[in-house]
């Protein structure tokens, strides 16, 4: 019978075993006493199996509060534990109950983080995987040999559908490919979701009938189910190729629903992801993460940047990014989207370190607020990714091209 | 215009004002430069806003990694910041999002909680609030003048529906008021929903035809979008008058469309909870987090237990009780479940911290493993409580009472 594995990163004052062992009685048939039923072929079928332990370092100081170590000792190890696909089949709100679950609970831990999931073959004919993927996303926008430049509408909240409408005209004469809302917005008091689908929409098509390129708007698609279900349908009525949904707001079952209508891409957008990841011995890694949302279709997932704002280091965006590009069954790969304090001048390393233009590569502010104008922003970027797939420094590209040397002078001193 | 108020616990190296306003920037018109748009009057109307600032203590060790202190110290603080309704209205994902998301990245925090939220008055009127909670569910259940009893059916997982049923039966004649799936189980293998349902409903419409006693059995509903809605549909037909959801695994706008469905009691189980709160300093708070399901309408909350399995201290569980009896809006209150290593022996510091019988309390191994079976098991619970009531001590409540007494010598001394 086929079998999903967890590998965890554990922490814990006792022998990693025996708390490995604590784990895999709780997600399976554990109470704190045996009880009645539990039998020994019950216990074969349906129990979780610790597959392996394999002890890391040992610390003095516990990561989380937990059970205190007698002997001042935190043991961490790899800990690989199985569950047959007997116990949930392929229900992905069970898994995660099971996976993700009490165990966070359990004393005898003082670190948990979920590191990977390996699901069985079967999966892989059950879920179909992203509808688009890479290879979706770069036909829709007619990208096929450069990453997706693409921008936040900024303000994230005030402008009106007008003022975002003619946002969009700006950066489509200024050549972006992809454009979304905020997570912030979805519907304010001055914008509401249809009118500025009209509104965008509206600027979109007509600057395709012009040019041929669509260009991509993902629309935030979160909130209520029924609401997001016809704006859904909405979209594809206004000829849009994509929606946004913040992924941990809106949860699991209902973007499963969502993305099942089919037709258009799902940028998925995992704010709140820190709550989730921030702690080096909590919560989960983004390679389990992003595997579960690839299982339901999501068709763009967020890995933050190289020399990003926020808190998270370059390896960490690394791996994410890898983590999007590693094929899982023969499903279409999700396209990493690169964001967060993005301007140009990251594209060298983030493509030194990955070697893929697979990314649909967000700036904001480094393209509004580019010195000579937004589609001197978008140019820039152009010609970053350019130079750095050339393998240029930062400093030729800057030599060389006007608009990316400006970008650099304006946002290049920034650290 | 309303605001929604959200009160933080933070953590920086930096002057907590400072950080306070990166935080309400970033959540709201934010990104690394200014851009075109931004006008004040946008400003004036949506931006978020920090209302105040309580320095706590400072600290030498960062809680979790972020920007590096260049002294060395690291301040915390309670930080309230609000966001006009204008920004999203009564989308709750998208709330989620604002005072959930992306601030959780924020380097320049070395911690960061979510305390308690403050919703608007509107969202009263909005927001229905549980259609059961507590009195309601005491209706379902005829149990008016001490906490309901309940059991989960263990072991978790492996049970064929016959011997759920066979077990709901030996709980039915033993008396409890309560049953539920275990949040590991919802189809597997060997126990399909609708067969588990069918023999489980059997036990409980015969018994309430013989008795007038409705047991109310809360199966896990917790799964894809459709399955889950006809799930619940199924319920009501066979004469069921409850459902478990895994609020975390589920997701916030599939267990709002699902509860919006009504006729249920929906018993929220907060699995995965340790991870979005387990580090004192990361994630959010049980009064904050209790207060978004309470809108949607969950009627039962999971709390933890006094002296429980876990790690969760019993300040934490008994904070938690107190913020699901707190009232929101005129809406019904949702019912705390008390759970984790329960079996009787909590009861007196449970009442003597709380002073309520308002509760669901749920002993596992301690009815199904007691010395005299589990009628005397549930019996055991129902006399501790009356004793707790009473303000007799365990030894004073184990010598009067024969089945409490042979729980006290068998689960007494665990410790």
Wanted: hydrophobic share 40%.
């Amino acid at each position: 019978m086929e079998r999903i594995i967890a590998t965890y990163l554990i922490e814990t004052p006792f022998d990693p075993q025996a708390a490995a062992a604590v784990l895999a009685g709780e997600q399976s048939s554990g109470t704190f006493v045996a009880v009645p039923g539990e039998t020994a072929e019950l216990k074969e079928r349906f129990a979780a199996r610790v597959e392996s332990v394999e002890n890391l370092e040992t610390v003095t100081t516990p990561a989380i509060p937990g059970a205190t170590s007698p002997n001042g000792q935190y043991h961490r190890a790899l800990v690989k534990v199985s569950w047959s696909i007997e116990n949930f089949g392929y229900n992905l709100p069970v898994l995660v109950s099971t996976l993700q679950g009490n165990l966070y609970e359990i004393k005898q831990f003082t670190g948990l983080k979920l590191l990977d999931i390996q699901f069985p073959e079967s999966y892989g004919t059950h879920f179909k995987g992203p509808e688009f993927g890479i290879e979706g996303c770069r036909k829709l926008t007619a990208v096929l040999d450069r990453p997706l430049i693409g921008t936040i509408i900024k303000p994230s909240i005030g402008l009106s559908p007008e003022q975002t409408a003619s946002m969009v005209q700006t950066l489509a004469n200024a050549g972006i490919d992809f454009v979304k809302d905020d997570e912030l917005l979805s519907a304010s008091a001055n914008s509401s979701f249809e009118a500025r689908l009209a509104a965008v929409m509206h600027v979109i098509n007509e600057h395709a009938d012009k040019t041929g390129k669509k260009i991509m708007y993902a629309f935030n698609l979160s909130g209520e189910l029924d609401e997001m279900q016809s704006r859904y349908d909405a979209i594809l009525k206004a000829g849009g190729t994509a929606a946004m949904i913040s992924l941990n707001s809106v949860g699991l079952a209902a973007t499963q629903k969502i993305i099942s209508k089919g037709g258009l891409a799902i940028h998925g957008h995992r704010n709140g992801w820190g709550m989730l990841n921030r702690h080096p011995l909590l919560g989960i890694d983004f390679k389990a993460y992003q595997k579960i949302w690839r299982l339901i279709g999501v068709d763009q997932l967020h890995v933050n940047g190289i020399d990003n704002k926020f808190w998270e280091s370059d390896d960490s965006v690394v791996q994410s990014i890898e983590a999007c590009l590693a094929p899982l069954f023969d499903q279409a790969l999700p396209m990493p989207v690169v964001s967060s304090g993005q301007w140009g001048g990251q594209a060298m390393e983030t493509y030194r370190r990955t070697k893929t233009t697979d990314l649909l590569y967000m700036a904001g502010g480094g393209i509004m607020a580019h010195p000579m104008g937004p589609a001197a922003g978008v140019r820039a970027i152009q010609q970053a990714w350019q130079a750095a797939v050339d393998g240029w420094t930062i400093e030729q590209a800057a030599n060389f091209f006007p608009e990316f040397g400006a970008a650099v002078t304006k946002f290049g001193n920034k650290k």
